[in-house]
């Protein structure tokens, strides 16, 4: 009876056991890819740094979760457009913010220094987290959180030395509403201020 | 990046100050009102600023003496010689070892204790008073008396801004005055008559703990539309990293 048992079990097992390999060596292999990306993208004199940092954006990070996360209670208020406008209007804001802090572990006078996979673990809703170890002159942990959609893996949140960016960005968008005393078309117009000055600073 | 050391409290060894600051703070402080939407309510809750207006007030003061007084010593600070300032860094590590022992033991880990009373013993000793690291930094266990109340009551409590210290939730700062109250300096200073001693060293170990994250701070006033509510975040991010371990908050984020 036992070893039926334990036949059953190992036949049932197995398939979710693969999964969850298959579904690691995926993540890794994402992150390794991600990490190239950002080393030709901030490489030394790359005029289109910008526009290649937002089409990888759009084809690799889940922008409508990320979007209507970062928008957080605020969406119930905004008419279709306005979150259209805001979800077109977030990545250039959100990397004007986290540009130079991605850009210290992947520009070239850091390509020297190594970023290693230490581990990779799954939560739950199938998301996973991708822990990678920064060697430089200031050891950091960066975390990558994934989540598959539609059979592709795409990045929810990037958390550098334990700060979400996800969360950060949710607080401030949260502050940026208030000060317009909640008015969603003031603040738009102020996001698309932020992103071009951020964009102009970081040039 | 040790952006988050800044944020994190350290043995100023000004208590006294402190307690009056905090009591006068409380006394005069504007509070943000709470929304009545159930969903904005739960973001406000989790923000966790009631303060916010006067939080504000002081986070503007604090910017000023930052450019001031602290960037300015910040600097001079950063062209000394690396092996100086590895030194110095070392001693004030040092330095807060008994505030390690004493909260680990609190939190019931007699594990980190020991270790951190092996790496007292060895570093003021053969490491020449704390100037040099015998121990090296593995098994380093920073604890502090905000973290223990934290983790007995189970949350870090309101954010609160400090005139001349910065960033930090009830709980670091009830803490703060405590560890300052027993600290090395403090008692020194008790015993001896230097009353300046606390002072002294705890705007050292400010301005050093202020040199390590000024490329950061930096970027956070050049890049960000509302600094305090950048700054804020990154502190309770870090804080209740510190205090509950782990990733805890980032894994259990409903992204979804």
Redesign the interface.
């Known amino acids: 009876m036992r070893s039926i048992l334990f036949a059953l079990a190992l036949l049932f097992c197995t398939p979710f056991a693969a999964f969850a390999n298959t579904q690691e060596t995926a993540a890794k292999d994402f992150v390794l890819e991600l990490f190239e990306r950002f080393r030709e993208i901030y490489a030394p004199n790359n005029p289109d740094a910008e526009q290649q940092l937002l089409r990888y954006y759009d084809d690799n990070f889940d922008h409508q ?2 979007a209507r ?1 970062i928008f ?2 605020y969406i ?1 208020r905004a008419s279709q457009q306005q979150f259209e406008r805001f979800s077109e209007l977030l990545p250039k804001f959100v990397f ?2 986290i540009s ?2 991605i850009e210290k572990y992947f520009s070239a006078e850091n390509s020297a220094t190594s970023i290693k996979i230490t581990a990779v673990r799954p ?1 739950k ?1 199938q ?1 996973v ?1 991708v822990h990678t170890r920064y060697t430089g002159p ?1 050891e ?1 942990e960066i ?1 990558v ?1 994934l ?1 598959p959609n539609a059979d592709v893996l795409k990045i ?2 990037v ?6 960016m ?3 960005q949710r ?2 968008i ?3 509403i208030k ?1 317009n005393n909640g008015d969603l078309n003031a603040f738009l117009d ?1 996001l698309k201020d ?1 992103a071009e000055t ?1 964009g102009k ?2 040039a | ?4 050391t800044f944020f994190l409290p350290t043995q100023f060894g000004i208590p006294c100050i402190n307690v009056l600051l905090l009591c006068t703070l409380l006394a005069v402080s504007a509070c943000a009102s709470a929304p009545y ?1 159930p ?2 309510r ?2 406000y809750e989790r ?1 966790n600023d009631p303060l916010e207006p006067t939080n504000r007030a002081i986070f503007s003061f604090n910017t000023v003496i930052q450019a001031v007084i602290m960037r300015p010593l910040a600097i001079a600070y950063d062209s000394l010689p690396e092996g100086v300032r590895t030194a110095v860094g070392n001693f004030f590590t040092n330095l807060a070892e008994p505030r390690n022992i004493a909260n680990a033991l609190l939190q019931g880990d007699p594990k980190t204790a020991g270790t951190s009373l092996g790496r007292f013993v060895t570093n003021s000793s053969v490491g020449l008073g704390g100037l040099i690291n015998i121990t090296g930094s593995e098994n380093h266990g920073p604890r502090d008396f905000g973290q223990t109340i934290a983790l007995w009551s189970g949350g870090t409590g309101a954010h609160l801004e400090l005139p001349f210290l910065g960033s930090f939730s009830v709980t670091a700062g009830i803490g703060f005055l405590v560890d300052g109250l027993y600290s090395i300096p403090k008692i020194q200073a008790n015993r001896g008559g230097h009353n300046n001693l606390p002072l002294l060293i705890g705007i050292n170990r400010g301005m050093i703990i202020y040199s390590d994250n000024l490329a950061a701070i930096d ?1 956070i006033y ?5 600094p ?3 700054f ?3 502190y309770q ?2 804080r209740r ?1 510190f205090v509950f371990g782990g ?1 805890y ?3 259990n ?1 409903e ?2």
Not at chain 1, 159 to 164: C, L, M, V, Y
């Open positions: 979760r990320i996360f957080g209670s119930r004007g913010q130079p802090q939560l809703k998301h987290i200031q950091t975390r959180r989540r929810l949140d958390q550098i030395a334990g700060i979400s996800l969360l950060a607080d401030l949260g502050s940026m000060q102020q932020e951020s600073a970081n | 990046m040790r952006l988050g939407d969903l904005e739960v973001e923000i970027e050049r890049t960000s539309p509302d305090y509510t950048s804020r975040n990154i991010q870090r990293q990733s908050d980032l894994d984020l992204i979804d």
